[in-house]
Every structure is written in C-alpha cells, then in structure tokens.
C-alpha cells in the first residue's frame, strides 16, 4: 500500500528554538498534505493543508506564522515549530493521498512526530 | 465532513468477532464512510470505506445500513494487536486526489482481552 513517512520520529527542543519535520509520501505524487496535531489522550486536530506550489491553508485558531508549512515538491511537505514552546508539545501527523486511480479518496497517514520542548 | 457517533469503548475477548457501530445520521448521498485504526504512538492506518454496499478486505468487513445512516466495523477474530481507537469518519468522494482533510471525532477505544 501507500507509504507516507516522517522525519523525526522524536525531537527534543529547547524552548525558544525552531525545529522542522519532514512528510514524505514515498510510492505517490501528492499535490495536498494534511498536517494534524494530537495532545495526549484526544483526538487528532487538523492543523493546516499543504498545497504542492502554493500557501498552505490553516485552521481557524493555527497560527500561520508559528507553524511554518512548505510543500515544495509533489512528495514533500515541511512543518517548522517556530519558536517552540513546551505548549507545541505534541505529536504531529502528516497524511497525503495520491493524485490519481481509485485511491484518490483514501489518506494516507506518517507514523508520527513527537515533539518535546523543554 | 458530516458528524459521527461512535461508542467511547468497547471490550472483546481475543480470537471472537467485534463489531464496531457507527451512527451517522446526517449524511449526505456522496459521502464515503471510512474507518481508519490508530494504535498507542503511531499515526493513523486505514482500514475500510464504503459508499452503499457491503466491503469486504483482509482486514475487516464493513457493513452499511440500509438507508446510510449507520454502519458496523466487523473485525472477524481480533487479536490482541487489533486493540486500538477507531475512527469512522464521513468523506465526500473527490476525484484525482484533491482533498480536504478528514475530522476526526473520539473514535472507539477497543480493548481485547487475551
């Protein structure tokens, strides 16, 4: 089947301090991306979408300025925390799905990105 | 993506079907029901979607209402890496890969025990 993955798996960062976390959709083209958080014990949140040669678009209540997405290839899709805080802590999830055949309504899923700040 | 409701958990012994119910009233006539399963630190895997007839695949069965507005998740013998949250979550079909991204609500916390 489709495999998303993520880059990292776990990153610990001090606070006030940028990190970036790579969505990879290996086997397909994916002109959109998802990028969802999920706090301990709740239900993933979507975040923001990626759009392959364009601005992403967010959630009401995500800041766009904090939570930097770049999606400059059909299999490539940046988040960058910036100016991390221990509230961003979290685990972030990326999905894609792929442009074209039957599977065009199925989202594929990364194994997750745990982010600490201390 | 319209609403679901689903149990907050249930509870099944290894080795014997679960059937997972979901409630989704409102939907509309375009919309796929699709099951995704994650398990503790992992993102989520799909399962299965349908639109209006019965699917079936290595993983699981899914079983539509009559009239759409609920469905059942039947895993046939569960096993204990089938304990899991999940998600049946409604989809407008969109074509060539465009897409909005799912909603997800609680999902079921399925338990098996050994």
């Known amino acids: 089947g489709a495999v998303v993955s993520q880059h990292p798996s776990r990153v610990i960062c001090k606070s006030g301090t940028s990190v970036k976390i790579e969505c990879r959709s290996l086997d397909f083209q994916a002109t959109t991306m998802f990028w969802y958080r999920q706090f301990p014990k709740q239900s993933l949140m979507l975040m923001a979408t990626?759009?392959?040669?364009?601005?992403?678009?967010?959630e009401q209540g995500v800041e766009k300025d904090k939570f930097l997405i770049n999606h400059a290839s059909l299999t490539l899709s940046t988040l960058t925390v910036t100016s991390a805080h221990p509230e961003d802590s979290s685990f972030y999830i990326c999905?894609?799905?792929?442009?074209?055949?039957?599977?065009?309504?199925?989202?594929?899923f990364g194994e997750g990105s745990w982010l600490t700040v201390v | 993506d319209a609403k679901t409701t689903q149990p907050n958990s249930m509870e099944s012994n290894e080795e014997e079907p679960v059937h997972l119910p979901c409630n989704h009233s409102t939907i509309s006539g375009t919309d796929y029901i699709h099951w995704y399963r994650q398990l503790p630190s992992q993102g989520p895997e799909y399962v299965i979607h349908?639109?209006?007839s019965n699917v079936n695949n290595r993983m699981a069965s899914l079983a539509i209402a009559e009239d759409r507005k609920s469905s059942t998740l039947i895993l046939h013998r569960a096993t204990l890496r089938d304990a899991a949250v999940y998600y049946c979550?409604?989809?407008?079909?969109?074509?060539?890969?465009?897409?909005?991204?799912?909603?997800f609500g609680k999902g079921t916390h399925l338990i098996i025990q050994p």
């Open positions: 990626s759009n392959e040669g364009s601005k992403a678009t967010y």
């Open positions: 979550i409604l989809r407008g079909f969109v074509s060539g890969g465009g897409a909005d991204g799912l909603t």
């Open positions: 349908g639109l209006t």
């Open positions: 999905s894609a799905s792929p442009n074209l055949g039957s599977s065009g309504n199925t989202i594929y």
